[in-house]
């Protein structure tokens, strides 16, 4: 499925060593930023039509995942962070080594910060401001986390990363068309 | 802060009852099988089931009052060409009924309006009052009683010697092995009795969250380090969900090694209560040893400790001595002789940690209760260890046979003997005709229209007659229903037994299913006939309920209809089989030459005619507010349909049938 030509891509800055799936959707007009070593799965879907979308390097963005800029401001994506399958997302920023896992939604402008964790199905509302280290669990319970494995899971990370880089083909010259 | 000796140590025993208790006490409470997923239990019914509509319950038989009896009645041949009869119902009773209908259902007035319009004509016409009457007759879903024998068919059994559906209530459970869910190791029974129904290997759980706890290392260890680095400690229990650790305790718990984690644990936290349990359990073992009985298999001795309780108070063996008891000995046994105090300083401390560490490091009830020594804060927290569950053969209660006999292997899945009731009993579904149908707001007065369809599973073609009270009773507002079809015939479950016939024997033979084109008069009203099942119209008429506090209470509001299903079908039967005789619901009428749907296969095996019947209840849905336009048009809509039962006088099949099928189309 390639992009239709009746609607344009919005302005995409890809780094080369970004691994794009067939099947992306970007709509917008504002920049879409990829950084490097990031992979994007089939059917991830960017909307920037609010404002640019910037995602950092070593990210994985997984299938029917939905990040929408919130405003001009745009939505930041830094460093290792994991969006697993199904999210929604609409937050300003979501802070380094962060992982969204799967069918999470985060609420309009919320900013989310480094190494948070928000578990299966868990629901941020607008304007949420999470410090660093949270973690959402259960019933939208939260704890702070202390058990220091930051570098173990940037490490899985950057293996996940490499498996995938490995599985899946590269289409990025496709958008950058 | 001053208690009695006696509630203390029953405290701690209660705290071990859900720890360690031996298997002897039958008491593997947390491992209940989840036999009523989903089900209702009396109160919360018809809260539970309120979200999913439409839902199809079948009564279990153990719903009426009489006991279950398996005795053999005198069976009154039924013809499939005629229609039953108001006769047909007021036959003399038999001492045990065959179908699960209520025993004062049959005598004297009829429960089903049908059956009175089919036996005399000049009172066809039903009124109301006689409705009336005849409302306690019938299957009543708001009954508090019936809630306890209502289940959907998927969690139904049934016992082929019985003939009877068997609910959870009408099964007993074995089991045939404990096993942990976490490693699948199976341990064996005097294991469970020894060590308590908690997993002894290495599976713990997660004391927030109760996720899986696995094994980390505290530092860091990078992948490309060699396994001898990679097997240094200290290790953490961490949960991957929550990301707890045991690095979160106070003091901080680290494992020195990543396996025998039983082991580790229990030499690093050495609890209090451990101690006074075990403490207890030595001194109650001396007791017991002076008593020479095995204390935990006799009921006597349980008695007796349950003795030093009640009646007699601390130290109360002076009184023993007045105690009657037939071979009960005098009553040795003494309470622990050291009070356990609660000690003022120490609640003192938990209330000033309390202010200090504030609500959010406190534990929560669940997690709270789910810890041996209740701690108060998310520091004294533990790992808990997994516990074991069980795999569980269930037998008829009544004839004892097995009905489910899992493999015994932990690691299978499969069954042995399953007799589920879905491969016994037609079962029933319904949908709504119109999809605009709003089923958690039915409009009071509009006719809706469902389509509720009958499927069997059995090799042979059953005939089914679904018997419903033209109005729902157990409510001050009864809705009105009619199936427009009530009487109708099945198909065989062929396909799949043609198929294992064809890959086997060549010519086989094969039961003919009922021609299609079939022009009996009674399928006049039929939506549709497929192989195995078939769909008749039900409509509803709900009633106008009043937004009061006596409705909301009693859930009036909800629509649900009683559903009486008799199914007839010709079985073949081995001759063994016919000597055993037959059970509760099925009845013999002698052997049938086996002519017309058998096809002629040329096998002189035995027809039996087998009826069964049993109660369902549809939960339609709720109904809404009155809309504005919709009126009640009592006593009756313009066409004239066929209630409940067959009419034997000739149908008008094209009044009721062409509105139908315009309707569908549109
Ligand atoms: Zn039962
Ligand atoms: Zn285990
Ligand atoms: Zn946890
Ligand atoms: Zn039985």
């Given at each position: 499925m390639a992009p239709r030509s009746s609607a344009p891509l919005p302005p995409l800055s890809i780094d080369p060593t970004a691994l794009l799936s067939d099947a992306i959707s970007f709509s917008g007009s504002y920049p879409v930023t990829i950084g490097s070593n990031t992979v994007l799965h089939p059917r991830s879907k960017f909307n920037s039509t609010d404002g640019p979308i910037i995602i950092g390097s070593n990210c994985i963005i997984s299938e029917k995942t939905q990040l929408i800029a919130p405003g001009v401001d745009g939505l930041v994506l830094e460093d290792f962070v994991l969006v697993e399958v199904n999210c929604h997302i609409q937050a300003a920023r979501i802070g380094e080594g962060s992982s969204i896992e799967v069918g999470v939604k985060v609420g309009k402008a919320s900013r989310i910060g480094n190494n948070c964790t928000l578990s299966p199905l868990s629901t941020i509302p607008d304007g949420t401001n999470l410090p660093d280290f949270t973690v959402i669990y259960g019933e939208n319970d939260r704890r702070i986390d202390t058990s220091d494995t930051v570098t173990a899971r940037n490490e899985t990370l950057l293996a996940h990363i490499d498996c995938l880089q490995k599985l899946l083909p590269n289409k990025a010259e496709k958008y950058t068309r | 802060m001053d208690i009695s000796i006696g509630v203390l140590d029953c405290c701690i025993l209660e705290a071990l009852w859900h720890s360690r208790l031996p298997k002897s006490f039958n008491l593997i409470l947390e491992d209940r099988p989840q036999t009523r997923v989903g089900h209702p239990t009396s109160s919360n019914y018809h809260f539970t089931m309120s979200a999913s509509f439409p839902y199809i319950h079948i009564s279990c038989p153990c719903n009426e009052e009489r006991p279950q009896i398996m005795a053999v009645d005198s069976a009154r041949p039924l013809s499939p060409t005629k229609s039953p009869t108001k006769r047909d119902f007021a036959v003399p009773v038999p001492s045990t009924p065959l179908t699960p209908v209520k025993r004062r259902l049959f005598p004297g007035t009829s429960s089903f309006d049908g059956t009175v319009a089919t036996s005399g004509d000049a009172d066809g016409e039903r009124n109301d009052e006689e409705d009336d009457e005849d409302e306690e007759n019938n299957f009543d879903?708001?009954?508090?009683?019936a809630a306890f024998s209502l289940f959907p068919i998927e969690n139904l059994l049934y016992c082929e010697d019985c003939h009877q559906i068997r609910c959870p209530r009408c099964v007993t459970d074995e089991i045939v092995c404990w096993y942990c869910p976490s490693c699948l190791f199976e341990v064996p029974s005097s294991t469970v009795k020894s060590d308590?129904?908690?997993?002894?290997?290495n599976c713990y759980l997660c004391p927030i969250c109760t996720a899986l706890l696995v094994v980390i290392p505290v530092n860091h260890i990078p992948s490309s380090s060699s396994a001898a680095e990679q097997q240094q400690g200290p290790f953490n229990l961490f949960c991957s969900h929550c990301h707890w650790t045991t690095s979160d305790l106070s003091p901080p718990l680290q494992l020195e090694k990543p396996t025998s984690i039983s082991a580790q644990l229990a030499k690093v936290t050495p609890s209090a209560h451990d101690a006074e349990f075990n403490r207890l359990k030595q001194h109650y073992a001396q007791q017991l040893g002076n008593a020479q009985e095995d204390f935990t298999n006799s009921p006597a001795a349980l008695t007796r400790l349950m003795g030093l309780y009640t009646g007699l108070g601390a130290g109360g063996s002076g009184h023993a001595g007045g105690r009657k008891g037939r071979g009960v000995k005098k009553l040795e046994m003494k309470e622990i002789d050291r009070p356990r105090e609660v000690v003022e300083e120490r609640e003192m401390e938990i209330v000033e940690q309390m202010a200090k560490l504030g609500i959010h490091a406190t534990t929560n009830t669940k997690q709270r209760l789910n810890q041996p020594h209740e701690p108060r804060f998310l520091s004294e927290l533990r790992p808990t260890a997994v516990l074991l569950r069980t795999k569980r053969s269930k037998r008829?209660?009544?004839?004892?046979?097995?009905l489910v006999k899992p493999e015994s292997k932990v690691q299978t899945t499969r069954f042995r003997i399953r007799l589920v009731a879905l491969n016994y009993i037609p079962s029933l579904t319904i949908k709504r005709l119109?999809?605009?149908?709003q089923l958690s707001s039915l409009v009071p007065h509009k006719t809706h229209r469902f389509l509720l369809t009958v499927t069997n599973p059995l090799f042979d073609p059953i005939s089914v007659s679904l018997l419903t009270p033209r109005y729902t009773p157990g409510t001050d507002y009864p809705s009105r229903v009619t199936i427009l079809c009530p009487e109708f015939d099945v198909g065989a479950n062929t396909d799949v037994w043609d198929d294992a016939l064809m890959s086997t024997r060549t010519p086989a033979p094969v039961p003919t299913p009922p021609p299609q084109g079939n022009k009996d008069p009674r399928m006049a009203t039929v939506y549709e006939q497929k192989r195995n099942y078939t769909s008749v119209v039900i409509e509803v008429v709900p009633a106008e309920i009043p937004d009061t506090r006596v409705a909301r209470i009693r859930d009036e509001r909800l629509l649900e209809i009683p559903i009486f299903v008799r199914v007839e079908f010709e079985a073949e039967v081995d001759r063994e089989d016919e000597e055993g005789g037959g059970g509760g619901t099925s009845s013999t009428s002698g052997k049938h030459?086996?002519?017309?749907?058998?096809?002629?296969?040329?096998?002189?095996l035995g027809r039996e005619k087998v009826e069964y019947s049993y109660w369902c209840v549809v939960g339609v849905g709720r109904v809404g507010d009155p809309v504005e336009g919709v009126v009640a048009s009592e006593p009756?809509?313009?066409?004239?349909t066929p209630v409940a039962t067959p009419v034997k006088a000739p149908r008008t099949p094209g009044v009721s049938k062409t509105p139908l099928r315009q309707q569908v189309r549109a």
């Open positions: - | 879903p708001h009954d508090q009683r308590g129904n908690r997993c002894t290997r008829c209660r009544a004839c004892r046979h097995i119109d999809p605009s149908i030459g086996a002519p017309g749907s058998s096809g002629g296969g040329g096998n002189p009756n809509t313009p066409v004239r």
